[in-house]
């Protein structure tokens, strides 16, 4: 009867209230976060209040945790409802703060760049976005940045294909609108003169918006596209631009180039037959 008398009492035990107060924290910590993300997407502010925002709700996030912890601490000595909660927190809060710490993780040994293009010497323009980036931020940043990133993305060079420039043109428009980039210029080339992409992407996530350049020439073998992506903010872009540009390069190859006839495949010992008008000798 005691048994059951002590089990009565700790269901009506209210839960602890550093479990309660680290679950509120972390829902509203995650509605911060979502309220950043939708502000930047839905462009109603600009990017500083959006960085503030965000970096609210990752203030937030950590601070749930830690007070779940307390929790978890409280409830081992004191004993009584309340780990759920607690561990909703502790969920929540390592959900937020996951993906910015993957990046820093993954940004540590990366240089701290935030523009990338195949051709450091002359790099793609950017024409129409320039009027959307910050002043002084559409010039290329120069040989430093581009021995940085020779260093650590050895692989990204123009692409060669072995057919005309409209149809490495068409090849990467084609991919552009698959991925769902908002173009803002492609105008039709002048004689004897190059083609050219300007597209903003935008990350998965938050939605941040980086400009991407395609430049398009006719060169003695067939056509030789470059690509430019840079971020319009911060210093680093973690690796992003450069991926998104090794990526497009693929894509545009897959595109543009036709695909190789399969030959016919011989069996050993077997005769090919000759074609009409085509006589063996004798």
């Given at each position: 009867?005691?048994l059951?008398?002590?089990?009565?009492?700790?269901?009506?035990?209210?839960p602890s209230?550093?479990?309660?107060?680290?679950?509120?924290?972390?829902v509203?910590?995650?509605?911060?976060?979502?309220?950043?993300?939708?502000?930047?997407r839905a462009d109603l502010?600009e990017i500083?209040?959006?960085?503030?925002?965000?970096g609210?709700?990752?203030v937030?996030?950590?601070?749930?945790i830690l007070?779940?912890?307390?929790?978890?601490v409280?409830?081992?000595?004191?004993?009584?409802?309340?780990?759920?909660?607690?561990?909703?927190?502790?969920?929540?809060?390592?959900?937020?703060?996951g993906?910015?710490?993957y990046?820093?993780y993954?940004?540590?040994?990366l240089?701290a760049?935030?523009?990338?293009?195949t051709?450091?010497?002359d790099?793609p323009?950017?024409?129409v976005?320039?009027?959307l980036?910050?002043?002084?931020s559409s010039?290329?940043?120069g040989l430093?940045?581009?021995?940085l990133?020779?260093?650590?993305?050895?692989?990204?060079?123009?692409l060669?294909?072995?057919?005309?420039?409209?149809a490495?043109y068409d090849?990467a428009?084609?991919?552009?609108?698959?991925?769902?980039?908002?173009?803002v210029d492609?105008?039709?080339?002048?004689p004897?003169r190059?083609?050219?992409?300007?597209?903003?992407?935008?990350?998965?996530?938050?939605?941040?918006?980086?400009d991407?350049?395609v430049?398009?020439?006719?060169v003695r073998?067939?056509?030789?596209?470059?690509v430019?992506s840079?971020s319009?903010?911060g210093?680093?872009d973690f690796?992003?631009?450069?991926?998104?540009v090794l990526a497009?390069?693929?894509d545009?190859?897959d595109?543009a180039?036709p695909e190789?006839?399969?030959?016919?495949?011989v069996?050993?010992?077997?005769?090919?037959a000759a074609?009409p008008?085509q006589?063996g000798?004798?």
């Open positions: 009867m005691a059951v008398m002590s089990r009565l009492r700790a269901l009506e035990e209210p209230r550093l479990a309660i107060w680290s679950r509120r924290i972390g509203f910590s995650l509605a911060v976060a979502a309220l950043a993300i939708l502000i930047e502010l500083v209040p959006v960085l503030v925002t965000f609210a709700a990752l937030l996030a950590g601070l749930a007070v779940a912890f307390a929790s978890f409280s409830l081992w000595i004191n004993g009584g409802p309340g780990f759920f909660q607690a561990m909703t927190a502790v969920v929540i809060g390592a959900g937020l703060l993906y910015p710490g990046l820093v993954k940004g540590y040994n240089p760049i935030k523009d990338i293009t051709d450091p010497i790099p323009r950017f024409e976005v320039a009027r980036r910050p002043p002084n010039l290329y940043p430093a940045t581009a021995e990133q020779k260093e650590a993305w050895p692989d990204i060079e123009p060669l294909v072995t057919v005309s420039a409209k490495a090849g428009m084609a991919v552009i609108t698959k991925r769902k980039w908002r173009v492609s105008r039709p080339p002048l004897n190059e083609w050219h992409i300007e597209a903003i992407a935008r990350t998965p996530i938050m939605g941040f918006r980086d991407v350049a430049r398009i020439r006719t073998e067939g056509a030789r596209v470059d430019r840079a319009r903010y210093y680093s690796g992003t631009n450069a991926t998104r497009l390069i693929d545009i190859d595109a180039t190789k006839p399969e030959r016919p495949q069996k050993p010992g077997a005769k090919i074609k008008g006589g000798k004798r």
